[in-house]
């Protein structure tokens, strides 16, 4: 069975320009949440999906934003970048996203020059 | 707000030792938890679940447990392996509808 599937792997973006990662879960799964990782803050929930609705949202700004299509693929966009979106950010899936493992993807490393 | 301490930061053991590492919510209200390892620049791995209606998981040589009154879970390592060098991760959520809260994990050496 296929793993999550993360791309691009790494990007480098600069400020003030837009940007757009993508997931692939694993088959089955229907949730698909998001988190920005970085050595100051470590990791931090953005938002979750369960067929194509966004279920939970973290304290980020409007800048961050998501989708998930039927076939529960989802993406994550960032606008008007800045500095401190670098990091490292991970997309995990789940069969429910209730009370069912978390299973992750190895990430798209963002650098914001 | 929720907050997730894990306890200690950083531990370097020498092969064989067993040890134990914590994980402690602000707020006690856990619906459930997972514990994660993260090797360097990869995604986290998950190692166990303890779902709503369990105390405890057991895989292999690791076993963790979860105390809800008091928000507190720990995970046991048997017969450590440099294989084991990682930093682990708790998470967890309040519940069942609420979003998932990583600690900030141990960094874990296990010297050959």
């Known amino acids: 069975k296929a793993g999550v599937t993360q791309t691009p792997r790494y990007l480098i973006k600069t400020r003030g320009q837009q940007v757009t990662l993508s997931c692939s879960p694993i088959?089955?799964?229907?949730?698909v949440s998001w988190y920005q990782q970085t050595p100051g803050q470590g990791l931090q929930f953005l938002f979750e999906y369960f067929s194509e609705t966004q279920r939970n949202k973290g304290n980020f700004p409007g800048r961050f934003s998501g989708r998930q299509f039927s076939n529960s693929r989802s993406e994550m966009n960032v606008s008007t970048l800045e500095l401190g979106d670098s990091a490292l950010y991970l997309c995990?899936?789940?069969?429910?996203?209730?009370?069912?493992?978390?299973?992750f993807g190895n990430g798209t490393r963002l650098t914001v020059t | 707000k929720q907050e997730v301490t894990q306890i200690p930061a950083a531990l370097s053991v020498p092969e064989g030792e067993n040890l134990v590492l914590n994980c402690s919510f602000t707020?006690?209200?856990?619906?459930?938890l997972q514990w994660f390892r993260q090797d360097p620049g990869k995604g986290l791995t998950s190692l166990l679940l303890i779902q709503s209606s369990q105390r405890e998981q057991t895989s292999g040589r690791l076993n963790a447990s979860l105390d809800k009154s008091s928000g507190r879970s720990t995970l046991y390592i048997a017969a450590s392996q440099p294989g084991d060098s990682a930093t682990y991760l708790c998470?967890?959520?309040?519940?069942?509808?609420?979003?998932?809260?990583f600690g900030p994990g141990t960094s874990l050496s296990v010297i050959p």
């Open positions: 995990a899936s789940s069969f429910t996203g209730y009370n069912s493992p978390l299973h």
């Open positions: 088959s089955g799964h229907r949730s």
């Open positions: 707020d006690s209200a856990i619906y459930n």
């Open positions: 998470a967890g959520a309040k519940t069942s509808y609420d979003k998932v809260i």
